[in-house]
């Protein structure tokens, strides 16, 4: 157990809606990652947010946004969605030192 | 910018058979490197890494990495496999002064046979 929980593990929803996907983090990390996994893509970084604020941004599409709350969880939303969005979705947490990220368990989406 | 290239997709083994799964990366600057394994509908589990100091580093069950800097590899192995150790393997990489995010490799299929 990495101490990094995500909900819902499952997740199926229809082409145009808007999901949220949450992230409760390690105790005491600051720092909070999401990433995206599918087949033709691979392991791709989205954003991270560090004590509530956007610290870095990768391959994030516009119609998807991530937040991070005062008591730390995070939370990804992704609206008007596509089937390509179809994927696992991970959660990382890390401390301040930044040398190791620690992965939750992930959230699959399905869109149909 | 950093970037990492796995180079097999797949690599199918005997159990008991030695293994290496192969990583480069670019980066101009100094780096941190990760191995992370994935087993089937699991998260990802951190395998080892390379901060700093000795170049061989030996991770969890049974796995080590050597950091070569003139041929920018990090590449993993074990002596003997176990049937256990199938799964998917990352490489990853941060910049040491810019460790915002983690890039990682496509990674590696590893499949062992009985």
């Known amino acids: 157990d990495s101490g990094v929980t995500q909900t819902p593990k499952h997740l199926i929803t229809a082409t145009g809606q808007r999901v949220t996907l949450r992230c409760s983090p390690r105790?005491?990390?600051?720092?909070v990652y999401w990433y995206q996994q599918s087949l033709d893509q691979g392991l791709q970084f989205l954003i991270q947010?560090?004590?509530?604020?956007?610290?870095a941004k990768g391959n994030i599409l516009e119609r998807f946004s991530a937040q991070q709350f005062p008591d730390l969880h995070s939370e990804l939303n992704l609206s008007s969605l596509e089937l390509g969005d179809s994927a696992l979705y991970f959660c990382a947490s890390s401390d301040d030192r930044y040398t190791e990220a620690f992965f939750g368990q992930g959230t699959r989406l399905t869109v149909v | 910018a950093q970037s990492v290239t796995q180079l097999d997709s797949q690599v199918p083994v005997f159990e008991e058979a030695p293994v290496e799964l192969r990583c480069n990366y670019s980066?101009?600057?100094?780096?941190?490197l990760f191995w992370y394994v994935q087993y089937p509908n699991q998260g990802l589990q951190l395998l080892l890494k390379?901060?700093?100091?000795?170049?061989l580093v030996k991770g969890i069950n049974g796995f080590e990495a050597e950091f070569n800097k003139s041929q920018t590899s990090f590449h993993l192995r074990k002596p003997s496999v176990h049937i256990s150790d199938t799964a998917e393997y990352f490489c990853a990489v941060s910049d040491q002064r810019n460790t915002d995010k983690l890039i990682f490799g496509t990674g590696t299929r590893l499949q062992v046979f009985p």
């Open positions: 105790s005491g990390d600051l720092s």
């Open positions: 947010y560090y004590n509530g604020e956007e610290r």
């Open positions: 980066s101009s600057v100094s780096v941190y």
């Open positions: 390379y901060l700093s100091g000795s170049t």
